[in-house]
């Protein structure tokens, strides 16, 4: 749109898309190749055409190309991940880190023999990553350099009643800046193991509800998690996020996503799971869970800005989901706090599917 009245200034998006397959002239297999590009021209795009296309219309365009190859073991990734904001002139710039490049190593075999016994897993994971951004660069927010490595094995015992999965993982990773950090230094390592042990039981039994013969299940589950502390708190953050607190993410051993924050854990986490099974087809059609997580120690690695954490006990979470018909799912979780005898967050949603192709849905939170 040149000369737009609206802005006095030239407007204009794209977005492309591309997906392909590429023969190689080796035996090696075929080579993955993936575009995902956005941009447009101005901050007040997101405001100005709030009809165009989803992709556009966000204030957080993603442009990617991604080459991509998996043979047996073996993956490697190489992609170069850029990012633009729409904000307002005078606010700060907020944006992700730019990846240019990012190059992806991993290697991992499954139910493998080790010291004469069959059933070990065990992976490898390399990642070498420039980091770059609009932002002011201080020694709070720094370009740099990362390379990581993540090694892991784990073993899992398992009967029709009973399973127990421990599992062992170290983390390295070696930063260098281009600035200095808070204290100097430009380059900067770390060196973490992460111990943690799954474990749960099956129990089932057969029922009648509502006149219908069912199976219901009891499964408590406990899980272990340790990792030692180191402080990390002069690291960069590049992309290090708190994950949703839910009935998923209180059974891992790291409470953050991304690799700048490993949190120093010595935390037990115990919970059931209650189904109701229909015996005919195996379709779930009710699901009951409950979990709490119990801090052993002070968690004291924490995201910039944040205080560590000396609770001991975590919110209760509560969750249930029916599908006592094909049409009708209805689906609710509770965080609730026992400290304050109060809810912390509740969600509730409902989804009618009248036929083919129809969905009718709605949720509160």
């Not at 006095?8 to 998006?13: C, I, T, Y």
């Not at 029709?160 to 070696?174: D, E, G, S």
């Not at 509560?318 to 009708?328: D, E, I, K, S």
């Amino acid at each position: 749109m040149p000369s737009d009245k609206l802005r006095d200034a030239n407007r204009w998006a794209y977005a492309v898309q591309h997906n392909q397959q590429l023969d190689t002239p080796l035996d090696i297999g075929p080579v993955g190749l993936r575009l995902n590009l956005n941009r447009v021209s101005d901050d007040n795009y997101w405001r100005d055409f709030p009809r165009t296309m989803t992709s556009l219309t966000s204030r957080l365009l993603a442009s990617e190309g991604v080459v991509s190859w998996a043979r047996g073991s073996w993956a490697f990734t190489a992609g170069a991940y850029r990012w633009q904001t729409l904000q307002d002139v005078n606010a700060p710039i907020l944006a992700p880190f730019n990846r240019l490049p990012s190059l992806t190593a991993r290697f991992a075999e499954t139910d493998q023999t080790l010291a004469g016994s069959r059933g070990w897993d065990w992976s490898l994971r390399t990642e070498a990553t420039r980091f770059a951004s609009d932002r002011v660069q201080t020694a709070n927010n720094l370009d740099g350099t990362r390379l990581l490595a993540i090694g892991a094995i784990s073993r899992t015992w398992a009967t029709p009643a009973w399973y127990v999965t421990p599992r062992l993982q170290l983390h390295a990773t070696q930063y260098q800046t281009q600035v200095a950090m808070a204290d100097g230094r430009r380059t900067a390592s770390r060196t973490l193991p992460t111990f943690s042990v799954d474990s749960g039981m099956f129990f089932e039994r057969d029922t009648r509800v509502l006149g219908r013969d069912l199976i219901q299940t009891l499964e408590p589950r406990a899980f272990y998690a340790y990792t030692p502390f180191k402080n990390q708190s002069l690291l960069p953050n590049y992309d290090a996020a708190a994950f949703d607190f839910n009935l998923a993410t209180i059974y891992t051993e790291n409470p953050y996503g991304g690799q700048d924050r490993i949190a120093d854990a010595h935390v037990l986490t115990l919970g059931a799971t209650s189904r109701l099974i229909d015996p005919n087809s195996g379709v779930e059609l009710a699901k009951f869970g409950v979990a709490q997580r119990l801090r052993l120690s002070d968690q004291n690695v924490v995201l910039p800005g944040a205080q560590p954490v000396a609770e001991r006990l975590s919110d209760i979470l509560v969750g249930a989901r029916l599908n006592w018909t094909p049409q009708w799912s209805f689906e609710t979780n509770v965080q609730f706090n026992p400290k304050n005898r109060e809810s912390a967050r509740t969600t509730l949603s409902v989804r009618h599917t009248p036929g083919d192709y129809r969905v009718i849905s709605t949720a509160y939170r």
